[in-house]
Nanobody, 114 residues
Framework: QVQLMESGGGLVQPGGSLRLSCAAS????????AAWYRQAPGKEREMVSH???????NYADSVKGRFTISKDNAKNTVYLQMNSLKPDDTAVYYC????????WGQGTQVTVSS
């Protein structure tokens, strides 16, 4: 079974930056597109960005221009570069396939607060 492990979260001040990583077992991200999701307290999980096998990227309006998704097939790893972070970005961030879902990982907590 595919295993996903998110890392890179933490506490950051508004306007700061974080780079999240998602390592997958096997060849998951070599074969499939990838996506980042987040879930804030009391909110439903939402997709914030995805990248297809062909490199097409998409971003939620709330993060467009601030976040960048990328995929390193050699490392079987997906990244989310987050700049100009806002308190509303506070959430647990999860990675998974773009359309083929594996078992969810533990997520990584991102807290944006002054």
């Amino acid at each position: 079974q595919v295993q996903l492990m998110e890392s890179g979260g933490g506490l950051v001040q508004p306007g700061g930056s974080l780079r999240l990583s998602c390592a997958a077992s096997g060849s998951f991200f070599r074969l499939y597109g990838a996506a980042w999701y987040r879930q804030a307290p009391g909110k439903e999980r939402e997709m914030v960005s995805h990248i297809t096998r062909g490199g097409y990227t998409n971003y939620a309006d709330s993060v467009k221009g601030r976040f960048t998704i990328s995929k390193d097939n050699a490392k079987n790893t997906v990244y989310l570069q987050m700049n100009s972070l806002k308190p509303d970005d506070t959430a647990v961030y999860y990675c998974n396939g773009q359309s083929i879902l594996a078992t969810w990982g533990q997520g990584t907590q991102v807290t944006v607060s002054s």
